[in-house]
Nanobody
Framework: QVQLEESGGGLVQAGGSLRLSCAASGSIFGFDRVVWSRQAPGKEREWVAYIDTGDVTNYADSVKGRFTISTENAQTTVFLQMNSLKPEDTAVYLC?????????WGQGTQVTVSS
């Protein structure tokens, strides 16, 4: 059984940084793609960044230049380094782990940026 766990969220002042982790455990090794998305209260979920198995990355315009997605630990963990955080980055951040046509979801981690 595959489990995903996001962590690293918290409360930070504007301009600060956080590093989110998405760790996969169970019978899964590597990924085809991992997507970080976020959902703020009253807003639709939006994708933030993704990384493919070949380390190809892409970012939403709203976070480009501030966020960095990466992977370590033999592709069992994906990180989202978030710098220069803004109040509008406040949301629940979720990762979606895709492997061989199957998507796995975690519970999400709350990020709150105060002004």
């Amino acid at each position: 059984q595959v489990q995903l766990e996001e962590s690293g969220g918290g409360l930070v002042q504007a301009g600060g940084s956080l590093r989110l982790s998405c760790a996969a455990s169970g019978s899964i090794f590597g990924f085809d793609r991992v997507v970080w998305s976020r959902q703020a209260p009253g807003k639709e979920r939006e994708w933030v960044a993704y990384i493919d198995t070949g380390d190809v990355t892409n970012y939403a315009d709203s976070v480009k230049g501030r966020f960095t997605i990466s992977t370590e630990n033999a592709q069992t963990t994906v990180f989202l380094q978030m710098n220069s955080l803004k109040p509008e980055d406040t949301a629940v951040y979720l990762c979606t782990w895709s492997k061989r046509g199957v998507d796995y979801w975690g519970q999400g981690t709350q990020v709150t940026v105060s002004s």
